[in-house]
Every structure is written in structure tokens, then in C-alpha cells.
């Protein structure tokens, strides 16, 4: 069966120049095209679901230590899901992934040994490669079968930087790997599942586990950690990791941004001994960006890093108090939530003339 040809769709004006290397893309016809699609839906989230509709499916199995689909979303390009939950999307792998790796990578005077724990795309890989200072960056995920998945179908992720021979990918358990490692590094990035589900993972996000990774930091290091959900409305993991990270560094900051394909706003933080985000200006790292990777960025500029790292009144009062530290062989229980009683009625206007 041929393929029917796209309508052409009349504009009442004109289209402006593009600039090169640029083009456009019809929106898709919703009611056509999603008609009878897949649906892929989420439910990580303990009461709500969470849809995607799928144009089609890439890959979809087990590997020995999860379940994964690659799949073609409608709304996001190229999806990747995880035990049903997504991790990246070919629409916004770039805003998450820059913001995860470049703060403490561009922040850092001169990167030269990174360790990257998980990250099997390759795209903090990518990030980090993109410094021509590194000289070396060292990349350890448990799962060997996504590693060649994504070497296969996520190639807009990698772009190619699993072949850069300053890379060098290892299979194991991160925190495994750190105990036998006599490395020392400038920046480690973490982009590990963002489960506090008492599993696996759960032994990179404790106390323990960053007081043996800062044995690994050389002076003047810094670390970045995908921060999990964060937002005023879901804040108790993110803080904890925050919390616990501050039982090891002197200096840890959370920032955070919305993030379209999950559906919400996400969390990222840098813990060091003397890196304060405050006192690096948006000029400054203009002219980072500008002197180490000229226009490789595809989101990250000063002012829009600096707005980051700004937060509502509710997040700053939850970064604020006190409780859960995460420790090793400890369950994660959340603490309650902290409910203010309001009356139904105000007195307008609030502040006497």
C-alpha cells in the first residue's frame, strides 16, 4: 500500500530564512496519524499514570537486569524507558544531559579525569569528551546489553563518543568499582535510576557511598549528581540526597529545570568543598562556554544556568529542614508532609493603605 503525500498546509504569511543547518518540520496531524497507535503508559508515580503514544517501536526486551524499550514517541522523537519508566528523549536528552554534566565540568578550572557512573547512553560521555582539557574519562554502567543498545539505536545520544579513544567504558557496579579504583578525578558525574525504591541503586545515592568517592576526588573537584523529581509539590527525595550529601561536602547546591518528556521538573546537584554557584556570574560562564566549546551547546547559557539555580519560597523551606539522611542498608521512608491551615477567606487588601 503506497503511503498517502502530506497535505501542504497554506500559511496566511511568510515562513522567515532559517539559519544553516536548520529546518522545518510540520506538526503531525493528530487525529490521523495517533489513530489505533501504541500506548505506552507509565506508572512510577504511585497514584497517577502517565501516557506516551508510540510511532513505533525499536526495541523492546529484558537484559539481565531490566526491562527496556526503545520507542519512537509522537510528542518526544526516540524514547528511552527503563522498567517501564522513561530516561531520555531525542526531544530534551540535551537540556537534561547538559545541565547534568557542564555546571561542574565548565566550572572546573581545567577537567582533565572524569568518572562517569552509569550514563549508557553516552551522552554524558558526549559532554564531557567535548572538553578538549579531558584527557581521559572513564564511563562504568552495570548493564553491558543497554550500552549496545544504545551504541545501536541511540546514536543522536553518543554521537559517536564511544569510539573517542580518551573514553573508556566499563561494566560493573559503580560502587563496586570505586572500592577497587586507585584513580583520583577532577569531576565525577552520576546519572544512575532515580528509584529511592530500597533496589539496587540505592547504594549510590547514601552517605557511605560519598564519603568513598570523595577518597577518589583530587583537591579542587567537583561532583554532579542527577537530583531526581524536584519541585515545590514533589521535593522529599531530592531534598534527602541533598541532606545526606551535605554530611560529606562543604559546598552542595541544587538546581533544577523542567524537563518536557518527564512531564515535570527535575532536580541536579553539585556537591564540593568550595564551589559556590552564587559567585560564579553569568558573564563568566558566557565566556566559559564560549572559550572551551564555542557553539556545541545546544540549551546552556550564563543567564539561563543562573536561573537554575534560583528557587520558590516552598522548595527554599524544604531545602531547609531537617531529617532522613540516606545510609546504607537504611529503607527510605519520606518524611510527612508539612500542611499549613489557611482560611477560606482573606481580608483584601492584605496590607493596611
Not at 498546509?9 to 522545518?24: C, K, T
Not at 537534561?96 to 579525569?113: G, M, S
Not at 541503586?201 to 523529581?229: C, D, H, N, W
Not at 556570574?281 to 537554575?308: M, N, Q, V, Y
Request: charged fraction near 25%; glycine fraction near 6%; include cysteine.
Amino acid at each position: 500500500m503506497e503511503s498517502q503525500p502530506k497535505p501542504t498546509i497554506s500559511r496566511p504569511y511568510p515562513l522567515p530564512a532559517l539559519l544553516p543547518n536548520h529546518f522545518y518540520v510540520e506538526p503531525e496531524r493528530v487525529p490521523d496519524s495517533a489513530a489505533g497507535a501504541l500506548l505506552l503508559v507509565e506508572e512510577s508515580d504511585p497514584f497517577d499514570r502517565y501516557a506516551y503514544r508510540l510511532r513505533s517501536v525499536l526495541h523492546s526486551g529484558r537484559t539481565a537486569l531490566q526491562e527496556v524499550l526503545i520507542a519512537d514517541t509522537y510528542s518526544y522523537g526516540v524514547a528511552l524507558f527503563l522498567d517501564g519508566v522513561i530516561q531520555s528523549s531525542e526531544e530534551d536528552e540535551a537540556l537534561y544531559h547538559e545541565l547534568l554534566a557542564q555546571p561542574a565540568l565548565l566550572r572546573h578550572p581545567e577537567p582533565r579525569d572524569v568518572l562517569i557512573i552509569g550514563g549508557g547512553e553516552g551522552a554524558v560521555l558526549r559532554e564531557a569528551l567535548a572538553h578538549h582539557s579531558v584527557r581521559a574519562c572513564t564511563m562504568v554502567d552495570i548493564d553491558r546489553e543497554l550500552v549496545e543498545l544504545s551504541r545501536t539505536h541511540l546514536s543522536k545520544w553518543h554521537r559517536g563518543a564511544f569510539g573517542d579513544p580518551r573514553g573508556r567504558v566499563l561494566i560493573g557496579d559503580g560502587r563496586r568499582f570505586l572500592e577497587a579504583d586507585d584513580g583520583l578525578y577532577d569531576v565525577v558525574i552520576i546519572d544512575v535510576v532515580d528509584m529511592l525504591d530500597n533496589g539496587p541503586a540505592q547504594s549510590l545515592y547514601t552517605r557511605q557511598f560519598y564519603e568513598l568517592l570523595k577518597r577518589r576526588l583530587r583537591p579542587g573537584a567537583i561532583v554532579a549528581i542527577q537530583g531526581l523529581e524536584f519541585s515545590f509539590s514533589d521535593d522529599k527525595a531530592h531534598v534527602a540526597l541533598a541532606r545526606t550529601l551535605r554530611t560529606v561536602f562543604a559546598e552542595v547546591h541544587s538546581y533544577s529545570a523542567l524537563i518536557p518528556s518527564f512531564l515535570g521538573g527535575w532536580g541536579f546537584l553539585v556537591a564540593s568543598d568550595w564551589f559556590r554557584p552564587q559567585e560564579w556570574s553569568a558573564a563568566d560562564i558566557d565566556r566559559a562556554i564560549e572559550t572551551r566549546l564555542g557553539p556545541w551547546l545546544d540549551h546552556l547559557s550564563g543567564d539561563f544556568l543562573k536561573a537554575c539555580f534560583v528557587h520558590c519560597k516552598e522548595t527554599l523551606f524544604a531545602l531547609s529542614q531537617a531529617g532522613p539522611v540516606l545510609e546504607d542498608g537504611v529503607p527510605f521512608v519520606a518524611p510527612p508532609e508539612i500542611a499549613e491551615a489557611e482560611p477560606l477567606t482573606a481580608q483584601f487588601p492584605v496590607l493596611p493603605a
